[in-house]
């Protein structure tokens, strides 16, 4: 299947290397789908409706037709069979986020999202079930705030199938920086969204140059079945 930003002639992809598919070994990523910025009711949207701006229809009106339904199915396929899911969320622990790096309290500010908050918690449609991971972190990528790595590792988890958004920032932050620590890392590319459609496929164009691998929701399913 032919999935979006993937160039099969590109010469990078000869220098990439690869490891069979092992879903003992997998573990499927959730990136921050919270109120504050993954559903147009949260605090980005009402935002945008205020202003009456439409800068962020392609962004919800792809969350909920692509990413919501196929994270849902890739939640489902890991919980029937006993697979690791790991949420991830973005925000400040502290309401006046005074723990938020400098670069990102302004964003948590006007978002309200901070711990306790409505905006700050994941999406109803994609709750976390009893004992699956939720890890906030305050920075952009996973692993300069939080202690995903040493989670991942210690559960064995070694093949990360990464959905979520923003594709371009936290998605691709969270990917790369797994990448540099050794991790197979695959985009599941109609699972994740972000705010401009150009920004979207230029993260999958580019990330597929040595960082990882990037599919569809439906070869995802398939390899994984088959990877038992």
């Keep these: 299947m032919s999935t979006p930003g ?17 879903f003992a070994e997998a573990a499927l990523i959730v990136v921050d789908m919270q109120y504050a910025t993954g559903h147009r ?40 069979r006993g697979g690791a899911v790991v949420y991830l969320t973005v925000g400040a622990r502290n309401r006046d986020c005074s723990d938020a790096p400098p670069h990102m309290k302004k964003l948590f500010v006007s978002l309200d999202n901070f711990e306790g908050s409505r905006d700050h918690e994941i999406i109803d449609e994609l709750k976390p ?3 699956e991971a939720v890890i906030n972190k305050t920075s952009i990528g996973a692993f300069a705030s939080t202690g995903i790595d040493h989670l991942l590792r210690s559960l064995g988890k070694s093949q990360l199938y990464i959905s979520g958004v923003s594709t ?22 109609d699972a994740c969204a972000t705010t401009h459609e150009d920004l979207h496929n230029a993260t999958i ?6 960082f990882g691998r990037v599919i569809s929701t439906d070869d995802a399913l398939t390899e994984l079945q088959s990877g038992a």
Excluded: W
């Design 6 to 22: 993937i160039d099969e002639s590109d010469y990078i992809r000869a220098f990439m290397s690869e490891r069979p598919v092992d």
């Design 41 to 80: 009711d949260g605090a980005l949207g009402r935002r945008m409706a205020a202003e009456g701006s439409n800068v962020a229809g392609y962004r919800f009106d792809r969350i909920e037709t692509k990413v919501v339904p196929n994270i849902k199915r890739l939640l489902a396929d890991f919980r029937a």
């Design 129 to 131: 079930e009893p004992g």
């Design 168 to 189: 371009n920032m936290c998605v691709d932050t969270t990917a790369r920086e797994a990448a540099d620590r050794g991790y197979k890392v695959t985009l599941i590319e």
């Design 205 to 210: 164009t580019n990330f597929q140059r040595l």
